[in-house]
């Protein structure tokens, strides 16, 4: 535009009216970024499976593999030892390239599972105690996700302590329906609740601030849907003894899931807190169907029940577009 103003070939007015009727157009590259390397994660993990599921591949890795477990849980050990250190090595180097960085600690995560795995291959003694292989794989992540840090490898930490709590509390109760007179779902609302209750430490004391809002989520989500598995079945550890039992009879657990999500849903609007209103607004949601279809189903129509359902998600949509359009058109205000 310069040269062309140098050049007399535009005037400055002319360059003016160009300059003003240029719009920049911004492209989320963070957002397509983090979308790309989960995909390829996905697709490696696909490919994965695809071996697996392959006869004559699987055939010919079991040639090649054809060794003790224990040599094979010492190959993915130091695998998953090379990854961390290349990670790590990279995360000093660039610090910036942050999805990158995680997608390794991934297949760091993904090759300690798999040691662990063979581990306990190599170790079986038939006791049916392996409840201890997934709390080493939880020991070793939270050590991982706080060492790097990692909230990729937090994360697994996490999940890896709701599978072992449920593995051995079923073991302990010798994998009977019932531990301390509790079901799966009644455990996994404590143990939610603890976790939630650790996120707010870990907040309070500043110490691992980064790690609060994923324990948070976490937590919310075990209890939140542990919560909504107890509305739909009770306290009850087997099939037979749930036929046996009235609707209404269940009514409690569903009220205590309505308030659950009803405060989370009040404390995300009071703190204009996104991941709390999101949660409280999804499982009210999620409870009112739950209910509608437990109460409805079969005392009305079909095409009524369909068509109240598709009424009640247009006016869901119509009030989510409006409160859409008054934040664009408040944006739109404060930039003009």
């Known amino acids: ?4 103003v140098s ?5 400055k007015e002319d360059s003016q009216k160009l300059l003003g009727a240029i719009e920049t157009i ?9 979308y790309s390397f989960w995909i390829s994660l996905i697709c490696i993990c696909t490919a994965v499976i695809a071996i697996v599921t392959d006869s004559v591949l699987m055939e010919f890795l079991e040639q ?4 003790p477990a224990i040599v094979k849980s010492l190959f993915f ?7 961390y250190f290349y990670g790590i090595s990279r995360k000093k180097i660039k610090p910036g390239k942050l999805y990158s960085n995680e997608s390794i600690f991934f ?11 063979f581990l306990g291959e190599a170790i079986d003694t038939g006791s049916g105690h392996f409840s201890v292989l997934i709390l080493l794989a939880a020991v070793i992540y939270l050590i991982l996700g706080l060492w790097f840090p990692s909230k990729l ?39 939610g609740f603890v976790l939630i209750s650790v996120s707010y430490l870990f907040k309070k004391s500043g110490w691992k601030n980064g790690f609060f809002k994923i324990t948070r989520t976490v937590g919310l989500l075990y209890f939140l849907i542990a919560l909504w598995i107890l509305s739909i079945f009770g306290n009850y550890g087997d099939i037979n003894s749930w036929y046996q039992v009235k609707q209404y009879e269940l009514l409690h657990w569903s009220l205590l899931f309505a308030v659950a999500a009803l405060t989370t849903l009040f404390h995300g609007i009071k703190f204009e807190d996104r991941i709390t209103k999101g949660f409280g607004l999804t499982f009210l949601f999620i409870n009112l169907y739950t209910r509608f279809f437990e109460y409805f189903w079969d005392s009305i129509h079909k095409a009524i029940f369909f ?21 664009s058109e408040s944006n739109r205000e404060i930039s003009d």
């Open 107 to 117: 297949l760091g995560v993904l090759s300690t599972a798999a040691a662990i795995v």
């Open 1 to 4: 535009m310069a040269f062309w």
């Open 26 to 34: 911004h492209f989320d590259w963070q957002r397509l970024a983090k």
């Open 7 to 11: 050049s007399q070939l535009l005037s």
């Open 153 to 191: 490898a937090w994360l697994f930490a996490l999940l890896s302590l709701g599978s072992w709590f449920g593995a051995e509390t079923g073991y302990v109760s010798g994998w009977g329906a019932y531990y301390l007179g509790m079901n799966y779902p009644m455990r996994f609302i404590l143990f």
């Open 64 to 67: 090649l593999f054809n060794t």
């Open 307 to 327: 068509a109240l359902m598709g009424l009640s998600f247009w006016l869901l949509g119509r009030y989510a577009e409006k409160i859409w359009t008054i934040g």
């Open 77 to 83: 050990l130091i695998l998953s030892g090379g990854l």
